[in-house]
């Protein structure tokens, strides 16, 4: 199989190009950029020398029907125009941007302050959360793959909302993430010196991806109400948690919480259930494709706390990418994904 | 004047001599421990070097009667009972532990799982948050001086609780901590390689700063029930940043919570009400005793977002300390305490 | 094939876990502990939950004879007394801590501080450097594995010694790790709030690395002047690297040192020379068996100066203890060690 | 007294403002910018804000007339070709960065890469170097002050050197840099993703800092040889160390050399001499004008090893220019400089 990657020296193209070196199945990857054409690989990203020495290619109609996948790791307000420039049939498009996943363009286009995509390429966009959507997935030709935030707090939260254990009222998720969510591209928020011993909380109340998770809630839920979610940049690479507080129907048990996890990811090799633990940390799935779930029922309150944490350039971006790869071509689902998490 | 610190190895011993080194009116400082007597100071803590060089002195009846002014940085578990032995009417004591803030003892052997101090002791100890208990606080010759976690909460949510602003019904709490609040004892839990690049929830519904904020809620706006309180261990040495999510009293507007802050906080020199922003940082009070605090309401929910920023060592412990003994003494509110925040 | 890892829990352990996962020829791992038999590894260490919930086992010679290959991921001190016990001639052991490693048993009971292995036993174990002695690793049945500083010192410099390029007087060798060299245990030289933020050098002119640099000079090219050597750790968990200071012999140009390196590494998959760079970074290594080395001949003092960087981890431990185990065994070489480097 | 920062929103002019707030004597300090003026100082930076809520100003001979004394902390480039134009004799220019520093202007364009200042102006600056230049720092009116790098270095091995108990030939310094030292202008060298969890050596015998010292060495000692150093970029904000080896002369002991420190620096309130240690770490010196030095002289190879630490903004930077107006001005030399170490 061959597959191409435009945006290859974004932080979404090099972690797929990292997993796609262990896949079983890709024979050939291709890098595509707009802007740095010619350059060695291995010049720009050292870390790839003798791995990937080869000149980034320049993006064109052509190169791309030659490949079975194309991933794209573009920054939003690329790919919803670049897609129907290189479209053809026969090649699957993944997208790890936000360009394709809001239904509504003109919510698209209020949140993310840029010219959507084309409603047509919007509605066959598949969004491709694993897990919840796979027999829609499975099908796809163009994906559109799930931001960092709305994967851990759908993940987490979803089933409980599914089977009418929580109350769609009333819903409060507070995520924190690493700087990778970021990108590569330097800024002041992202400068060493003043993002290190920083926590930060930004875009209070108005993160792009607010209507991505309301969009989902209904989508696999049958009903939403508007969410709290607010985000806060830690100094750390990677890793995202997400601590969402959620009021139970009456009489619910933390037992028959587990239980709804237990049902709905029986045969998700990807989620951990971790039962009764004080305590969960982004670094248990670093480097990896998991979500790790705990839940908290405090008896003084009767209210719930859902923690979940993700690797937000591997399930958050690049894994879960693969794992659509993988779901749409019949691969083994881990294939490419069998990383042991990266503790230390 | 004579001040003593007892347990001046800890961090907020460390950090009290720290501030206090620039009091105007401290002329001497003497250092108290129970297990290092006689260790030279700069002999544990190179950086003390030429500055104390004195031994650590044992704790006794006699020592601390000539002090003006005794600090306690103890775990928890220590001072309720030490204090007791060594006390005497004219001198001021200062507890920067839990020990003396739970009024009601029991409650206080359920969430720290230790030995309470003696309820007359406690009786006698006054809860020493600045800007709210000022009167009592003057006159008081034993202070509680509060967490860390609850300095932040508190002093951001409850002008709006007392002004009847917001409602007393499910406040949710979801705070964020700096490493250096678990103190200097190495666990695996502060553990350089398995900290850093890790975002961890703990003690889920569980941390014994939960009844302290309760309590204060009620001591201040004569009413409470029960809250929802999440920490977490984020990989900085310093700061906490505390998001409150709030509901509204119908009809209120932001300009009104606004002005809520400026009337409570008005010639307070150490709060500092940043509005309309989108962006608040722990750096940028870091190494001081500022608290910053903005909100947002949010008009897609009509739900609040309330963010304060402290350091955790100084608001949270030793500076507070020191804003209590100069309300105590007389000083100016602001001595030993002008530090310029060390944003980088 | 299966292999058996005693000291699974230290993160030497942990590293040879993570890697032996993805070696092909590993169908079951063992692990070994002297103090925590019985309990789940997952339980003391999240991320592998799902993947090793099997409990630890105890340390007997009958389990040890059931294995090909037994790794000991031991503090110094415990394997050069534990393998006389627990040995038999079919298993291979490949020991990752530093009691095998200097011939001279004097030499290492004053530089460890510790009892030395049995003078029989360290007559029998090959110094396991390789590209540097592989013919006899090939043979070996118990490998001493090299320690973390001298892999990174003695790759990149013995090229040149060996040819004569560089003078072998007056060698010095500054060198920088991350914190997961000092172990999992935790202490005050790595406790977070004290370790981030600050670079310290430690044991100057103490460190037991030296003799082991010293004594593989000596083997590798037939002679050796005692070198300078110092240690400095750096607020990050993984990465070594060392700057080393030689004297070229007169006439000898960069491009002639080069050629050495091209000679000596020419079918090394793991050794990257990269010249003519201003820049050498530990991240461009991370979670790999590779090496970068670079040199500088500094025109205007005729000194010359060599960067070598590795993952202290992985190079610097379980990789290099697994590509032992690949020469021994006789599979390809890159066998297990095919990550590509995590960058970010 | 009133002051004058040109430059004041890069990190020198920042810590500037945060030192001088303490100083006694300092009444007004006026901030200058060529680029934001009207800017309002803490809408930049959040952490001044009740403060320095004051605009930026524009440059101007007249304001700059007004001024006691004005500090530069303009990027290399821009000072020498700045001053000559707002030059006036009543006011004290000191300037934080290189421009002024080289006496040979020919050596400046070739190591800076840029413009060097009028060759007069060069004359007539003074190198700030406190502790050894006093006599014609009294006497300035232009001080050219030393650079981070050569702070630490000369510091450290300056008296060995006057008092002839080291030589002068094979001088090696490797050092360590926090980030800050790289400024505040965001660039893929200092992004956080990329700088965290690696330490990267850069500029490899190319840093312009490398004249400064030889040349310092000679104004100091009457003699100079080419050095080597190396510089190294480490994940921490603060901090300098220098690893500096030296040959000592036949029959020195270490005492001798230790006396050496004493004679030098018995009146130095900032020079910390630190015996027979085995650790030096950057934290026990951050935020404070300290400079602390050890030094290991090796029985096994009779070669020195010298460590000093420094904070780079501080006695690197903003501390040691504070320290230069004090001496001219005559205060007290401790004046705005009394801060004890944040060690955490």
Redesign the interface.
Known sequence: MKVGIIGATG?GG?EL??LL??HPAVQEIQLFTSSEEGISFSAK???????YDQPLEAITKEAIAQLDVVFLGTPSGISGQLIPEIYNEQTVFIDLSGDLRLKNIENYENWYGKKAAPQGLVNRSVYGLCGWNDAAIKEAQVIANPGCYPTATLLSILPLLQKGLVKHH?I?I?A?S???G?G?K???M?????????????????HQHIPEIEQAIELFTGKVE???F?T?L??????I?T?S?LQVESGVTEEQLYRAYEDVYADDPFI?I?PS???????????TNYC?I?I?L?A??N?L?V?AVIDN?VKGAAGQAIQNMNKIMGYEEQAGL???????
């Open positions: 932080y090099l190009v990292r070196s262990s990203y050292p870390h790839l020398t003798t791995l009333n409060i507070d924190k690493g700087v990778s970021s590569n330097p800024s002041q992202t400068h060493f010196t003043e993002t290190t011993e920083a926590t930060t909380i930004y875009k209070i109340n108005q508007p969410i709290t607010s806060h830690v100094p750390m690479i990677r890793g948690i601590t507080y951990r971790v633990v004080q305590k969960l940390s982004t670094n248990q799935v670093r480097g790790d705990t908290n405090d003084r309150t209210r706390t923690v350039l069998k990383q042991v998490p990266l503790f230390i």
